[in-house]
């Protein structure tokens, strides 16, 4: 008894209302507060039943649309296992598709990050703060200090447009980002073998923190759309 209570420390029972979803958030905070990596085991469906106050038919049915979703993975016999990340502030939903290629998918993964980037930016501009400013200029400093033409700056560019999601003051640019997320990030880890994959878009980012400084929102646009333009570039560009 004591061993099961162990397993599922941190959870309570939910109310009554909306339990499939609930039990949903109650698994992604579990997972994280838990530090859970993909491969790690869930407790068993009882344990968790038990510890949030649902019926098992719940939890089955949270882990069956975690598990149409590529997060989870029931293995008969075995017990339930992570498969990818999801983290507690959002559920995260990482989404998959079908491709023909790493072209495909980055230019796939493109035409939404234009989409969500250049609204985001448009609304950095008007809404940003002067404190949103030292942090976006703080990145992108960092970033041009690790920047090489031959290297990019990786993780620090990554670090460069979240801060101007967060200048935007719309938390659900950031829940966007948290479901494309995987994707996204296959454009900081060197597609193609290429350390040097989009670095042509590196001047950009420059000019786009000073229309945002400025709040100048068209400016904004347009350097949003340069730089992501210049991403295109190389993927064509880059392709084996």
Known sequence: MKDRKKRVAGLKP?????RSEQVIKALAKFITRQKMVPGDR???ERDLAEAL???RTSVREAV??????GILEPRIGS???????ITSDTVYMPLSLDTDGLEDLLLKALEVRRGIEVEASIAAA?????????RMEAALIHMESLFKPEGGSGPADLAFHLSIYDAAHNPLFRQLLEQFRDLFERFWTRPYGRPDFA???FPYHRTLFEAIRDQDPHRAEQETRKLLNSVEDDIRMMKP
């Open 14 to 18: 939910l109310p009554q209302q909306g």
């Open 199 to 201: 670095s042509n878009s």
């Open 64 to 69: 069956s649309q975690l598990a149409a979703l």
């Open 126 to 134: 008007k809404r940003r703060t002067e404190e949103d400013i030292e």
């Open 79 to 85: 017990g339930t296992f992570l498969l990818r990340k």
């Open 53 to 55: 106050g649902v019926a």
């Open 42 to 44: 869930l407790p068993p």
